[in-house]
T-cell receptor, first 114, second 114 residues
Framework: DAMVIQNPRYQVTQFGKPVTLSCSQT?????MYWYQQKSSQAPKLLFH???????NEADTPDNFQSRRPNTSFCFLDIRSPGLGDAAMYLCATSARLAGGNEQFFGPGTRLTVL | AQSVTQPDIHITVSEGASLELRCNYSYGATPYLFWYVQSPGQGLQLLLKYFSGDTLVQGIKGFEAEFKRSQSSFNLRKPSVHWSDAAEYFC????????????FGAGTILRVKS
């Protein structure tokens, strides 16, 4: 089945220690998104890639970076995690960037910062 | 910019009872409207979506939603709830001309009692 895969499902890191979260997709979609979802809150878009074009949300902290080496993979790098970065990180894809395209979500990576 | 309000943080219904989850949006024109469901520790799954046309849309798992322009609402309904429907439900809004970005409501947690 075509899907969005996130690894690892659970990640523990130390305060200030860089961490990378991984997302891969077998849908061959052009667009990949990263969302942050804190406990009991709505998912919040951090950034997205349309092919290789990176689009950062205005309020996404500089501490968060992303890489997309090819169509299938996208990475979220947190350069110096703080306690406030503990959250579920959701990766999603869509075939096109036009409004109304369904976004397909992965299961998420739950990040704990000690 | 668009926004979404889900007035109910928690709802508890008995198994077999009907369900209605409320969603109100703010946007100057007709937005794209979505309902997603998230089971604990999982990503989001699309239940249904509305773009235009018939204001009553059918989704998966027996869910339906009705778009009411006059009330800026897109409420989710199910005639008979099953214990497996216990999850968190998110309403989301996308805007034409805004790419494929989604703005999510804060979510409603559904509990089903037997």
């Amino acid at each position: 089945d075509a899907m969005v895969i996130q690894n690892p499902r659970y990640q523990v890191t130390q305060f200030g220690k860089p961490v990378t979260l991984s997302c891969s997709q077998t849908l061959n979609h052009n667009v990949m998104y990263w969302y942050q979802q804190k406990s009991s809150q709505a998912p919040k878009l951090l950034f997205h890639y349309y092919d290789k074009d990176f689009n950062n949300e205005a309020d996404t902290p500089d501490n968060f970076q992303s890489r997309r080496p090819n169509t299938s993979f996208c990475f979220l790098d947190i350069r110096s995690p703080g306690l406030g970065d503990a959250a579920m990180y959701l990766c999603a894809t869509s075939a096109r960037l036009a409004g109304g395209n369904e976004q397909f979500f992965g299961p998420g990576t739950r990040l704990t910062v000690l | 910019a668009q926004s979404v309000t889900q007035p109910d943080i928690h709802i508890t219904v008995s198994e077999g009872a009907s369900l209605e989850l409320r969603c109100n949006y703010s946007y100057g024109a007709t937005p794209y409207l979505f309902w997603y469901v998230q089971s604990p520790g999982q990503g989001l799954q699309l239940l249904l979506k509305y773009f235009s046309g018939d204001t009553l849309v059918q989704g998966i798992k027996g869910f339906e939603a009705e778009f009411k322009r006059s009330q800026s609402s897109f409420n989710l309904r199910k005639p008979s709830v099953h214990w497996s429907d216990a999850a968190e439900y998110f309403c989301a809004v996308g805007a034409p001309g805004y790419g494929n970005k989604l703005v999510f409501g804060a979510g409603t947690i559904l509990r089903v009692k037997s």
